[in-house]
């Protein structure tokens, strides 16, 4: 069992606080690492780490920069299945999923390669006689990262690949439940050459988060994780003055309109809900079965999903790994039993599964319910594991009807051939990615990645422009040469003739 450090200013350090977290292989239960939970004084350790850092990376030329995210990138490029398979033995997603995670990060990195362009500001000439306006965008200075366990390397490059290619500082505090990739990825940054204390990793949980957000020198939170949490991120955070965006979760409706592709839509529905075993923000955890192809819908559906093959991540032949952890696998079964109770058909169970030499693994067949109560814990609470629910709808209104009156508003899809309907669903449907015949819309690293409602705290999104912001901040510079004949005293309000 290995003791993993923090990363701090470079170099591993040994956890100092005396408390460790436990890192399991999902798939075999066995205890694989021990992370260090972060003190008081060990975050402050990496925040002054990044303070200091900031003073010469906030001044590094553009070109300097961006010289080191292209080594990076090349990099992680040739350490993708390293990466993959670090992810795959703490989270348990299988490996091709792994290897998606890494390249939907490395999108992100190559958007922070061309950040000149980005940054390049504006300027306006002659505003006034003589009088020309610039405007600029500016680091913040040390930012952090607080990330969750279901994409322990892609969330984090979310962040701050764009961050420190801004100018900023980062301290990332990424899950105790899978940290190693977040780790390694720091250490590969190191060695393409971003100088010591722009990136620093803290293992840590409930205080090291707590602290960051309290922190003096901590200018800027970048948040994702539960939605919970992410609404105390975003109070705690905006109460000590910083900027913060708080991604929290979803429960995200596929709504299927009866002239669809039934069979586009079935392996859609089957893919987007048990991917990474329903353990993504854009799962589809809901279908919403429009009028009479609703129950050869759900047919099609139940006939795919019962075909699914359960087991490790690192066994090719295995579609679904196991949850994140015993508690958690146990939790999402409890949400079948209660399904039944509260009058939801259960046409699929799979909690019984279990997979063979792997019995202490955390694993769970895929469940489908169909006819789910929109009172019924399974509809009403973000399940974060592989149970698909179905609810029926008897028209288009009534669909969006159920969309709209969730709590949370990540993503949506329609899933039709109608493209005025289809039209009408972007435009009338309260979440912040859509999909049109695509179930999990998860923009492209130049768009930003962002939900409504109770998926998002704050009003910038992630990557793409917002990200770039987020962490920046504008400053705008009038300036004027005039030449000495017209000097003079004018009490006036300035005005631009
Ligand atoms: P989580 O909220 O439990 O943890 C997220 C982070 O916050 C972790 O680093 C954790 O150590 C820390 N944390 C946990 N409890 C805390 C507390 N009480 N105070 C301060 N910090 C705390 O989330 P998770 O279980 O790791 O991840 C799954 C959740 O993340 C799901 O709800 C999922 O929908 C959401 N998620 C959302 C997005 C998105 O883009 N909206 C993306 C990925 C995951």
């Avoid at 460790?20 to 350790?45: K, M, Q, Y």
Wanted: proline share 5%.
């Amino acid at each position: 069992m290995k003791t993993l450090g923090h990363w701090i200013g470079n170099r591993s350090v040994p956890g100092a606080s005396g408390r460790f977290a436990p890192v399991h292989d999902p798939a075999t239960g066995a205890r694989t690492a021990r992370v260090p939970l972060a003190d008081v004084a060990e975050v402050d350790a990496a925040v002054a780490a990044a303070r200091t850092a900031h003073r010469t990376w906030g001044t590094t030329s553009l070109a300097r920069r961006t010289a080191v995210l292209f080594r990076y990138r090349a990099l992680l490029e040739a350490h993708r299945e390293e990466l993959a398979a670090l992810i795959t033995a703490e989270h348990g997603k299988v490996r091709a999923d792994a290897l998606g995670e890494v390249a939907r990060g490395l999108e992100i990195l190559e958007l922070a390669c061309g950040i000149g362009e980005k940054l390049k500001g504006e300027l306006s000439t002659e505003v006034s006689t003589g009088v020309d306006v610039a405007a600029l965008r500016q680091p913040l200075g040390v930012v952090a990262g607080i990330t969750p366990f279901n994409f322990p390397a892609m969330v984090p490059m979310w962040m701050f690949p764009i961050a420190v290619a801004c100018g900023n500082t980062f301290v990332l505090k990424p899950s105790e439940k899978d940290p190693s990739a977040a780790f390694r990825l720091a250490e590969l940054a190191a060695e393409a050459g971003l100088p010591d204390g722009v990136l620093n990793v803290l293992g840590g949980d409930r205080a090291a988060v707590e602290r960051l957000l309290e922190h003096p020198d901590v200018a800027a939170v970048s948040f994702v994780g539960s939605t919970p949490v992410a609404r105390h991120v975003h109070r705690t955070a905006v109460a000590h003055g910083k900027r913060v965006q708080a991604l929290g979760g979803a429960k995200n409706h596929m709504v299927v309109l009866p002239d669809a592709d039934l069979d586009l839509a079935a392996d859609s529905a089957v893919s987007a809900a048990y991917g990474s075993a329903g353990e993504r923000c854009m799962a589809v955890s809901v279908v919403v079965a429009v009028g009479e192809s609703g129950d050869e819908l759900v047919q099609r559906i139940a006939d795919r999903t019962a075909r699914l093959r359960v087991g490790p991540g690192d066994d090719p032949a295995s579609q679904m790994g196991p949850l994140i952890t015993r508690e958690h696998r146990d939790t999402v079964a409890s949400y079948v039993t209660s399904a039944r109770a509260q009058g939801a058909e259960v046409v699929l169970d799979g909690t019984a599964t279990r997979v063979e030499g792997h019995e202490d693994g955390y694993f769970l067949g895929a469940s489908l319910l169909d006819r789910v109560p929109l009172d019924a814990d399974a509809y009403r609470d973000e399940i974060f594991g592989p149970v698909l629910c179905v609810v029926r709808a008897a028209s288009y209104d009534e669909a969006v009807g159920i969309v709209n009156a969730s709590p949370w508003g990540n993503g949506a899809a329609v899933f039709t051939r109608d493209g005025g309907a289809a039209r009408r669903f972007q435009l009338e449907v309260e979440a912040g990615m859509v999909g049109v015949n695509v179930p999990i819309p998860v923009p492209v690293g130049h768009h930003s990645f962002g939900g409504w409602k109770d998926s998002l705290f704050g009003d910038l999104h992630v990557y793409g422009n917002d990200g770039v912001a987020f962490y920046t901040r504008g400053k705008v510079v009038t300036t004027r040469w005039p030449d000495p004949a017209d000097a003079g005293i004018d009490l006036g309000f300035p005005r631009t003739d």
